[in-house]
């Protein structure tokens, strides 16, 4: 193609996207849009699946047969997201093995968020309230992006996550009508997960990159400033309706603004855990490793067995 | 309590869809892959699904201050009698599929004579769990065929975890006392009669999968009499933890 | 040597016997006595490192510091008498190694009563009092037998088994005092090692090999039901002065013997056990396995460092 | 509570033995050899009478229906205040030995400090603990000599296991509130004082035994203030299994 050509073919795309109109894997895209979805959508994926990881740790532990079997439906839920993450990805011509190798290896990131450690029960109920909540802030933006596939997976991931979202709530607001021992751990955990969840939505504008063209590409619509303050605006009163504290001394309602001011937020913690020095990176790795390792021939013989049945029925056939 | 032979029938029943499930739920995000991760979870979720049926009923038997909760954690390790075989430890995806298969054919096979019961509860909850059993069965018995027929190196290891459980099988064909009484009411399944069946069926699936059926004669038992393996304790401790440690609390 | 020479030496070392002397390892001894040594001894060495396993189960569960550090006490003590005898062993010309493969591929047993599993903490107090108890019964006769190193050996083993017995049973006198949860534990825990226990005296006599050629040798100087019979005599009124039911329906006070007359043995689990079939033969041989082989790269590494310094001292003198 | 921050001191030093004890109780039977089995459980022995020797005291301090065991098995997870490096998992026998080192080498430089406190109670049990501390840390120092400089195979596992925990050693020398009250009043240890002389003590031992000393400058916190990796969930359910299901009672 000449470099008119495709020229040309990145106007009518760009047209398309202004459009509001989907792109569909088979369709023609620039390769800085492709690139950028595998990495966004796997990131996205690997999220789904360490993520499993922290409330997986509380699966055999959980402290009611009905608290147990909503944790395992949570869980398993974020396994299907990966799974149909991956897949979206896999529209885009790389494997899941590919993506995988790209997550043990270090090489593609997944949200920080992850790489703290859950420690008590009300961790399940904080999870939930809190990282789901930051997450479908971040999602329900995309449920109009402009890729097909991804587009309409985060249509079914963020119905589920917000329906995960309640669910960590009320865990809290059961714990704050609980003992004073819950509303301690309660508090506790909301103490604990409120500064990496603010930290979640990413660094300050001012530190942000690859904004501008995901803006374009509607793989972004507001900035990770935007949507935190969104974020704050919504949970405080969340907060403040089951009795907890947010922790930050310098969070207040600003009447002008119509928002909270919050607090300084630890950045030199946020750049030690994205750069895999968090309480949990390691842990979290060796797991996934580990799985993955560990789980080689299991896959291997699942491919020989399906080789070895396709062979038989070649030769009934012959 | 009167009827405490029921009482007692619903746990025989249920404990072992607690502990398996159990099992099954410490394997969640560590699984060979997102496929058989989510699978396993599905089994642990169907078994505790059932798990509560089947001990909000026996909730209603006991009364007083019992809930589908305080018969899941609150008793002590020698009133749990699950047999042997469910609370045997996942060394690693062979143990686990072995362990499910083996308990698979044996619990549909149950579910299906239950479904017959004269006690209507136990029919409803029967007919339900028969379909996500089937499901369980057709899986474990899929990876049984995959793993036995696959590679050397699964073929071996699912051979050794079969070797290795198959002591734990005849214990399911064993009659406990509230067996007897619920068989005789009725209510019960007579589980000594699904024995020639359930090992006509596993041994077919076994030779599909190439694999060898065991010549072992030595079987143990116990678990229906509420004595374990070692493993046991520690499920219970983690299972019980926040019970224990909480006590008569909200959640 | 001729033959008339060896069976000058075998009447003189039979004589040596018959009049109380020890026979030490550097003594021309009969090449059957030697392997009958190796084989009771390092039997008895295996069954004390087996035997740290059902006890070991619950080092970390166990309900007091107090009983934690006794317990801890007990198990390293019983890892010292499988070093000795493993070392009265050695002075046989046979390695450590050796044996612990005999132990490993199954040509070496140990005593069967570590097959059995510890479910509650309870049995940290039977098998105490049973198995050390019976273990004492059969070892004191070994304290004046007439290998050198094995006679040492056993004095102090049964030292410190008797500590370790006296301290089973103030576990099960505790337990007796307490709730009567506590009693049912206790009583639960006698109900299932008695009959263990009683088979840990070995066959009956009409089933027992062995016996004549031990006899001479002072590896044996009672029969097994003799054993048994002074063992049962010995732990009934234990069992009474704790308020604990021995679970024999047949067990009864013969006056004329001066000793009680018990229930049928249930053999066919006892040959059973010996046999590997036993509720945890495959586990405890799993687990000494799984220590040997895991822990091999680290002999070889203290093997690999020792040479280095040998090395390096040897080079220094030059 | 009067005292309360000797208590919470106390609870600072003896919750790290505790937990090391516990750790090195696990391995109880399944050491690579006879010998070094024996010398673990010595060491979590050890661990286990210093503790009481500790809890006892801190027990005398807050009074009521307090006793060793109240404070060692009834503490919900928040509120154990042992450094991060001790609950971390024995992976293999070089974890455990890296473990015992990095762990050793402070210990004992801790306790020649204590020795000099002015409270006797602690001065008493500092002179008792340091006799079997100096043996641990001869102990460990060859292992890690031995494995660093033994085989490529245990180089490369003990370089590993170094290179993992190092991130748990900045903590030892984190000075709680407890800490500072009571360097204070002369009872306790500066700890942030034996930072120097720790690094320089394991760093001489590291390059004896060949090993690179691990350059990351990314340090974990958060035992000291209760907030524990998830391995200690676990290490808590198996530890107050007993205390939790069987409460107030006698052993």
């Known amino acids: ?318 | 309590m009167k009827n405490e032979n029921l009482y007692n029938y619903i746990l025989g029943i249920a404990d072992n869809s607690l502990i398996l499930g159990q099992r099954l739920g410490e394997l969640t995000g560590h699984g060979p892959s997102l496929e058989t991760d989510i699978a396993c979870t599905n089994m642990s979720l169907d078994l505790f699904g059932q798990v509560r049926s089947y001990y909000q009923y026996a909730a209603k038997l006991k009364g007083g201050d019992a809930t589908e909760d305080t018969i899941a954690f609150l008793r002590k390790e020698r009133d749990y009698v699950n047999v042997l075989l469910v609370e045997q430890p996942d060394r690693d995806f062979a143990y686990t599929m072995a362990r499910q298969f083996l308990f698979d054919v044996y619990h549909l096979l149950f579910l299906q004579e239950l479904q017959k019961s004269h006690d209507i509860t136990l029919t409803a909850i029967a007919k339900k769990s028969i379909k996500e059993v089937s499901y369980h069965q057709r899986f474990s018995t899929d990876w049984i065929k995959r793993l036995g027929d696959g590679t050397t190196v699964s073929h071996d290891k699912m051979q050794e975890a079969i070797d290795s459980l198959w002591t734990y099988t005849d214990e399911l064909f064993h009659q406990t006392a509230a067996d007897k009484a619920m068989v005789a009411e009725g209510i019960g399944v007579d589980v000594t009669a699904l024995k020639v069946k359930y090992y006509s069926l596993v041994n077919a699936v076994l030779e599909e999968a190439t694999l060898k059926i065991p010549e072992s004669k030595w079987f143990q038992k116990g678990g229906k009499k509420g004595i374990h393996t070692e493993h046991f304790g520690y499920i219970l401790s983690n299972m019980q933890y926040m019970q224990l440690a909480y006590p008569n609390m909200e959640w």
């Open chain 1, 1 to 318: 193609m000449s470099e008119e050509q495709i020229k040309n073919l990145e106007k009518q795309f760009e047209e398309r996207i202004a459009r509001d109109e989907k792109i569909e894997p088979k369709d023609w895209m620039p390769d800085k849009y492709r690139q950028t979805h595998i990495r966004q959508m796997s990131q996205h994926a690997h999220s789904e699946i360490v993520g499993m990881l922290p409330e997986g740790n509380w699966i055999s532990r959980a402290p009611t047969l009905r608290r147990k079997v909503a944790l395992l439906a949570k869980v398993q839920d974020e396994a299907g997201h990966g799974l149909y993450l991956y897949s979206a990805c896999e529209t885009l011509g790389i494997s899941r093995d590919a993506l995988y190798e790209q997550l043990h290896s270090g090489k593609a990131k997944y949200s920080s968020i992850f790489n703290y450690p859950t420690v008590t029960w009300a961790d399940m109920g904080a999870v939930g309230w809190l990282v789901d909540g930051a997450a479908i802030i971040n999602q329900v933006p995309l449920c109009s992006t402009s890729f097909g596939p991804y587009a309409r997976a985060m249509v079914r991931v963020c119905k589920e996550e917000s329906f995960h979202q309640r669910q960590g709530y009320e865990i809290m607001l059961k714990l704050t009508q609980g003992t004073p021992e819950q509303i301690d751990m309660a508090q506790d955990a909301l103490n604990r997960w409120w500064w990496p969840s603010l930290m979640m939505l990413g660094p300050t504008d001012a530190e942000s990159v690859h904004t501008e063209q995901s803006m374009k590409w509607k793989l972004k619509r507001k900035s990770n400033d935007d949507l935190r303050q969104q974020f704050i605006d919504q949970t405080v009163p969340q907060a403040e309706l089951i009795g907890l504290t947010i922790p930050d001394p310098d969070l207040k309602w600003n009447e002008e603004r119509g928002s909270y001011d919050f607090g300084e937020i630890n950045w030199d913690e946020f750049w030690q855990v994205v750069k895999g020095h968090g309480p949990m990176n390691k842990e979290r790795m060796k797991a996934r490793i580990d799985a993955w390792e560990g789980g080689e021939w299991v896959r291997d013989a699942a491919m020989a067995h399906a080789e070895k049945k396709a062979e038989r029925k070649i030769k009934q056939a012959i």
